[in-house]
């Protein structure tokens, strides 16, 4: 059944039609953030490793190209989302996300959003903000393209790592490749949110 599974995966991996899938799917997820386009990312990374398909090159430009369509679709409909996102629980995830977002927002715009980037609700959130305020949407585009470039390389290439150390076992590579991209993506957002906690005590703000 796994080795089924598996066949099956790699075969849609060596498709032409994945590359815009994975467009497809990058968009869906900046646009409501319950899709984990980063475990898909770092499968295709695992898989190229392991098989040499798909195309690691590919992949990651579909990634940003889809990171950046969607991020900036949602900057467009920013002003028509933000009365959902301040209906939001502040003890949920997503509420949290609306507090950090905009307790950053005021001081370092540009770091915020490609920080948010690698934080689902939260790069969600921050493109609706943001759009809702009118933040000129030059710097919005070259601040998130610049975080869609980083994140994207980072998300395939640790699968990529993963699934290279696993070759004559694509299946094992490809859990080892999304393993590995989990607890890297968490380690990130943990070392980003400490590095906001101590430049807020540096500054003398509080982090309530």
């Known amino acids: 059944m796994a080795d089924q599974i598996v066949m099956w ?3 849609l991996m060596t498709m032409p039609i994945f590359y815009p899938l994975v467009v497809l799917l990058i968009i869906g997820d900046a646009l409501m ?3 984990p386009s980063e475990t898909v990312l770092n499968l295709a990374g695992a898989f190229a490793g392991s098989t040499g398909s798909p195309n690691v090159w590919l992949v990651i430009s ?22 959902f996102v301040n209906r939001l629980d502040p003890e949920s ?5 609306v507090t950090w977002v905009r307790r950053n927002m005021r001081r370092r715009a540009g770091v915020t959003i490609i920080v948010a980037r690698f934080l689902p609700w939260a790069r969600w959130v921050a493109t609706i ?7 000129p949407w030059a710097m919005f585009f070259i601040y998130d393209t610049i975080g869609a470039i980083i994140w994207a390389f980072q998300s395939v ?9 696993f070759q004559q076992n694509p ?38």
């Open 9 to 11: 995966v790699e075969t």
């Open 33 to 35: 953030p319950i899709i």
């Open 157 to 165: 290439l640790i699968g990529y790592a993963g699934g290279a150390m």
């Open 93 to 97: 995830k997503a509420g949290q996300a």
């Open 62 to 83: 579909a990634a940003i190209i889809g990171a950046i369509i969607g991020d900036n679709i949602c900057y467009l409909l920013g002003t028509k989302l933000v009365k």
């Open 129 to 135: 903000i943001l759009g809702s305020v009118r933040y």
């Open 171 to 208: 299946l094992l590579g490809m859990i080892v490749g999304v393993t590995l991209g989990t607890v890297v993506g968490a380690l990130i957002q943990k070392a980003q949110e400490r590095l906001f906690e101590w430049a807020d005590e540096r500054r003398g703000y509080s982090t309530l």
